[in-house]
């Protein structure tokens, strides 16, 4: 498996509009930070992990080559509102994308981006892609992607479980609670992407401390905080984790 973390910051990026906070203004580039996205290459897929608005630039830092299918974790700003770069892909594979989703999430993409579908339209440059809603676990090629349930703040959303060729990661960018189901179906991962927004407490975010009490119970090999706020500065923050647990950036590369 090889994951590359497109970006791994919060809602309104690091730095922050008009902030000029310590985090926003550090030299240290780890704590530049774009919204959240994933790319995972396994099983001889690509597949992209939400489409936050800043996708185009991910997509050209990281020379993407090919998506071969989309999960998108939830229907908020921040994670849907680059879908319509997509239609690049389309053009150079040559070919429909499918897109996965839980079926609310699905609807309120298929309202946003009303105008996409598998057709070509003469004079027209639109995705096309195949929505299709999650009700269980699913496979593209050789990649089991388990869909699994967690809380963000009063709504439930999506994190995912990959497994391809004896390899596996849990991914959960988004959450305010988890419950013991959700905790077992990652438990004993070799990675574990989980939510940490900040110190204080947040309705619909995970804590720093939460967070690191969950990715406990998980034990997997390699664990990492995501979805991080200009509250926590990274060299700062991870020196304070506990073992085999580190700070995401963008643009790092796990491979396993």
């Known amino acids: 498996m090889k994951a590359t973390l497109l970006g791994t910051g919060t809602s309104a990026g690091i730095p922050i509009i008009g902030c000029d906070c310590p985090v926003c203004a550090s030299p ?43 999960c998108f974790t939830h229907s908020h700003a921040d994670h849907i509102f680059g879908f319509d770069d997509i239609r690049r892909f389309n053009t150079m594979q040559d070919e429909i994308i499918p897109a996965y989703a839980a079926p609310d999430a699905l609807a309120d993409l298929q309202r946003v981006f009303d105008y ?27 990649l089991r992607i388990t869909p699994v349930e967690v809380e963000h703040g009063h709504n439930t959303i999506l994190g995912y ?18 419950s013991d189901a959700a905790i077992d179906t990652f438990r004993g991962m070799d990675v ?53 647990c580190f700070v995401s950036y963008d643009g790092l590369v796990l491979e396993w």
Do not use: W
């Open 161 to 178: 479980r990959f497994d391809a060729g004896g390899c596996s990661l849990g991914y959960v960018p988004d959450c305010s609670a988890m």
């Open 192 to 244: 574990m992407i989980l939510d940490a927004l900040r110190i204080k407490p947040h309705l619909t975010h995970l804590t720093l401390k939460d967070s690191i009490s969950r990715l406990r119970e998980i034990g997997a090999h390699r664990s990492y905080t995501i979805h991080m706020c200009h509250d926590l500065d990274h060299a700062a923050t991870e020196a304070a984790l506990p073992e085999h």
């Open 28 to 70: 240290d580039p780890r704590n530049r930070r774009l919204r959240t996205s994933l790319y995972l290459e396994a099983g001889g897929q690509h597949v992209l992990i939400d489409t936050p608005p800043d996708f185009r630039a991910q997509a050209l830092t990281h020379r993407l080559p090919r998506i071969d299918a989309v």
């Open 116 to 142: 996409i579908s598998t057709e070509r339209v003469p004079g027209f440059y639109r995705p096309r892609v195949t929505f299709n809603p999650i009700d269980g676990p699913f496979s593209v090629g050789d």
